[in-house]
């Protein structure tokens, strides 16, 4: 039997958008040329999956269809889900459906996950199939390439049959906790869930019987038309809305760890988002896009919906405008040297690959007083992203109109 691949594509991507709600979903977002969703559609290409199951909300329906045609994904089963209720509820509902059999193996994937070297991910899932039974949940945890507060931790011990059984979690420490956590042999909490059918069935009867039975109801009433699942609302809507993690992890002891030393992110902020331009700026970068000004100069990368994402390099001893946007905010990753910001009032120094976020209004700066010239990835998202919404206060280049 092929392993189920059930991808999680309902989430809103709010850590991008945090106070609007008409953005469009980071899975959806043209990338340059890639969506999230493609990625995550081309990865379970693999002859080890079945044909996928999609959990989505009617919000999204028309672009996973449009995602699923345009990469010739032909078999599939979509999930509706009627209204929101986090993780739990929908990997639950993905795997109530009946034409799943009991002892199915499902590997849960986030749609807005950038996995690489896919032939280790992908011999690893397959490697430990046949230590999945009716009552454990293996998860996958990554290799830390830094002490990152981004991400949660957890910590494991060998038990027999050479797996890795999960003894605790950490969620998001900050640097200092990440470092002792890396040294203990610490991993990333990836966020990908690789279990049986009955395994789901079991746990949520037990730590969760009141969502089991909401969501078995709203899978007993669902209407099936055009290989969509549509979930019944009433009985949906009466599940406990918690995720998978707070749901189900915190509560059994029978979690067993994938541990992978691969590249691998969880595209959640434009700060991760960033880092993807600043590796691979060489492919996006075209002459025609460099603008020179007299402070140094800027690259457009690339251009998406309600978003641009720049390189600025500003130079020895010199200095952008004192100035502020009315219809943009930004976020800028520092990639080179060691610029001072001026935020409103606040005046501070930041280095490599540390971020800064300027919301719209807000007067702003960035002076570079050392020989080595600064360089920053810069993200703006808002309605207008054009030059024209620049309001200057002082520019020692004379620039104020």
């Not at 959990?55 to 209204?83: A, D, F, G």
């Not at 405008?321 to 219809?327: A, F, G, N, V």
Request: aromatic share 12%; with cysteine; proline share 4%.
């Amino acid at each position: 039997m092929k392993i189920k691949p059930v991808i999680l594509c309902g989430g809103a991507g709010t850590r991008l958008w945090p106070k609007q709600d008409n953005r469009q979903a980071k899975q959806f977002i043209d990338f340059g040329g890639w969506t999230l969703i493609q990625k995550t559609l081309n990865r379970i290409k693999n002859p080890i999956f079945d044909y996928p199951v999609i959990s989505t909300n009617s919000k999204y329906l028309k672009q996973v269809r449009h995602y699923l045609k345009k990469n010739k994904v032909k078999k599939y089963k979509i999930i509706l889900e009627p209204v929101k209720r986090n993780t739990a509820p929908a990997i639950l509902a993905s795997a109530l459906i009946k034409d799943i059999p009991n002892e199915q193996s499902l590997m849960f994937f986030p749609v807005d996950h950038m996995i690489e070297k896919t032939n280790i991910f992908n011999r690893a899932i397959k490697k430990n199939k046949k230590n999945l039974n009716d009552q454990n949940i293996f998860i996958f945890g990554i290799k830390p390439t830094n002490p990152s507060s981004e991400y949660g931790y957890f910590l494991t011990k060998k038990i027999k049959g050479n797996l890795n059984k999960v003894i605790k979690f950490i969620e998001k420490p900050n640097q200092s906790k990440a470092k002792i956590i890396i040294k203990k042999k610490g991993y990333w909490n990836s966020g990908m869930f690789f279990l049986r059918k009955d395994s789901i069935i079991n746990n949520f009867k037990k730590y969760q019987p009141k969502t089991y039975k909401s969501c078995l109801y709203a899978v007993n009433k669902t209407k099936l038309k055009n290989n969509t699942y549509y979930l019944n609302k009433a009985s949906f809507a009466k599940s406990v809305e918690k995720s998978f993690d707070y749901a189900i992890l915190e509560k059994t002891k029978q979690i067993n760890a994938i541990k992978l030393d691969i590249p691998w992110s969880d595209l959640g902020s434009w700060k991760e988002i960033s880092k993807i331009y600043k590796r691979d700026k060489a492919k996006y970068f075209k002459k025609k896009n460099v603008f020179y000004r007299p402070w140094g100069r800027y690259v457009n990368l690339f251009e998406g919906k309600n978003f641009l994402v720049k390189e600025l390099t500003v130079n020895s001893k010199s200095s952008i405008s004192l100035q502020r946007h009315r219809h943009r905010s930004e976020h800028w990753m520092i990639t080179q040297g060691k610029p001072k910001i001026t935020i409103n009032k606040n005046k501070f120094f930041k280095k490599e690959n540390e971020t800064v976020f300027i919301p719209t209004g807000a007067i702003h700066r960035i002076e570079n007083y050392y020989k080595k010239p600064v360089k920053i990835i810069e993200v703006q998202t808002g309605s207008i992203l054009k030059e024209s919404d620049i309001i200057r206060f002082s520019d020692m280049y004379g620039r104020i109109k």
